[in-house]
């Protein structure tokens, strides 16, 4: 069982950045792969970036290629959501999510375990 709670969110002009975490708990997290997922009002839930258990391979969906960066900390229990020159379409609630392997977790199914999810305002 692995459970998840992410921090970070907040209000943000467009072009500024923030940086979400994503803390685990159980002593198992070095063996999941985790990923970062969003939701706008209306939308159904996107893949935004996933990592691999070592960190060694990630995966971005096209959109945020070059602006965001997924970053792990094994001895932490903690991953990272870089994001860069935001845009005020990046507006969404953001959910952490961990699965077995990083394919898992670019798609919503393969999803072993959620977040809460936290809201993010790109907004002048």
């Known amino acids: 069982q692995v459970q998840l709670v992410e921090s970070g969110g907040g209000l943000v002009q467009p072009g500024g950045s923030l940086r979400l975490s994503c803390a685990a708990s159980?002593?198992?997290?070095?063996?999941?792969?985790m990923g970062w997922f969003r939701q706008a009002p209306g939308k159904e839930r996107e893949f935004v970036a996933a990592?691999?258990?070592?960190?060694?391979?990630?995966y971005y969906t096209n959109s945020v290629k070059g602006r965001f960066t997924i970053s792990r900390d094994n001895a932490k229990n903690t991953v990272y959501l870089q994001m860069n020159s935001l845009k005020p379409e990046d507006t969404a609630v953001y959910y952490c999510?961990?699965?077995?392997?990083?394919?898992?977790?670019?798609?919503?199914?393969?999803?072993?375990?959620w977040g809460q999810g936290t809201q993010v305002t790109v907004s002048s």
């Open positions: 990592i691999s258990w070592s960190g060694g391979s990630t």
């Open positions: 999510a961990a699965g077995a392997r990083i394919v898992k977790v670019t798609t919503t199914r393969g999803v072993d375990y």
């Open positions: 159980g002593r198992t997290f070095g063996s999941y792969a």
